[in-house]
């Protein structure tokens, strides 16, 4: 059994629309996948339809909260939510707030590229997104792509959406309240790529050992952006702290070069988030 429990899809900041996505996942010869879109489940109710036979579907999102590093600096985590109820008011209310924040931070970096004569436009980019998408920086990434300004996306985040003067920061939940709400709507948390010092700041052991004692399941060790030697580390804690140990490829289509299933979960460790959630159920085709 082959399993991915990280993927996006067009209503977040992925390049496949949830059918095209599942179509993929079964065509790439997966068993199970996961579409874990930012802080929406907009894209659950297409993928449910088009999935393939045989193939199941873990319905969750990536949340963006805030931790404290364990060294006294505030710095974003990525929580990923699986298998809970999306219509729990608190989490409907917070992921409303989320993407509403989005959306309006990624105008401002926009205008503000418009304003040092980047070839541009804020209200286009906007209108490419459906309304209640949560926008992202890799919009704006490929914006200044088809702009020429860039050849890549990395070289955009890179050269102007990575701090400096075209960053906007944003307010994201705090992990422990975020890890809460998923708890209280039946879900289960996995802590995504916690030791990837490419993308950033990253929290101490001692913060993962706190999350574990506010509820959180697992942590995702086998990511691209983890090492051989991150993941030993990562691996040995999760043993330590009796938390459940997954493997994603974070597909975002041709936003990124990660293929579909370049890393994988165990069959026993989907079957163990499974048996802890009690908001909905993994679907089969």
Not at 55 to 62: N, P, Q, S, Y
Not at 138 to 148: Q, S, V
Not at 160 to 179: E, N, S, W
Not at 214 to 219: C, D, E, I, N, Y
Request: hydrophobic letters at 40%.
């Amino acid at each position: 059994m082959r399993i991915d429990l990280h993927t996006h899809s067009t209503e977040s900041d992925g390049t496949d629309t949830p059918a095209e996505l599942v179509a993929a996942a079964a065509a790439t010869g997966l068993t199970a996948v996961a579409l874990t879109d930012h802080d929406t489940a907009a894209g659950w109710a297409e993928a449910a339809t088009a999935l393939p036979p045989g193939l199941k579907l873990v319905r969750g999102a990536e949340l963006s909260c805030a931790s404290d590093d364990g060294r006294g600096r505030v710095i974003t985590v990525h929580l990923l939510a699986y298998l809970y109820d999306h219509t729990s008011p608190a989490l409907v209310e917070e992921q409303l707030r989320l993407r509403l924040e989005r959306r309006h931070r990624l105008r401002r970096m926009a205008e503000r590229m418009v304003d040092d004569g980047f070839p541009i436009d804020p209200d286009e980019l906007m209108a490419a997104m459906p309304a209640d998408a949560p926008a992202g920086r890799p919009h704006l990434a490929m914006a200044l792509i088809r702009a020429g300004v860039v050849s890549t996306v990395d070289e955009a985040f890179a050269r102007y959406l990575t701090g400096g003067r075209y960053y906007v920061p944003r307010t994201d939940t705090p992990v422990a309240r975020a890890i809460q709400m998923i708890t209280d709507a039946g879900g289960v948390t996995v802590l995504a790529h916690p030791f990837a010092t490419s993308r950033g700041p990253i929290v101490t052991d001692q913060v993962v050992a706190d999350l574990a004692d506010l509820g959180l399941a697992g942590v995702e060790v086998d990511h691209p952006d983890h090492d051989v030697e991150t993941r030993a580390r990562l691996r040995g804690l999760a043993g330590e702290l009796g938390l459940l140990t997954t493997g994603s490829s974070d597909y975002h289509g041709t936003n990124k070069t990660v293929r579909l299933g370049a890393e994988t979960t165990s069959p026993d460790v989907l079957d163990a988030l499974a048996d802890r959630a009690t908001g909905c159920k993994i679907l089969v085709g």
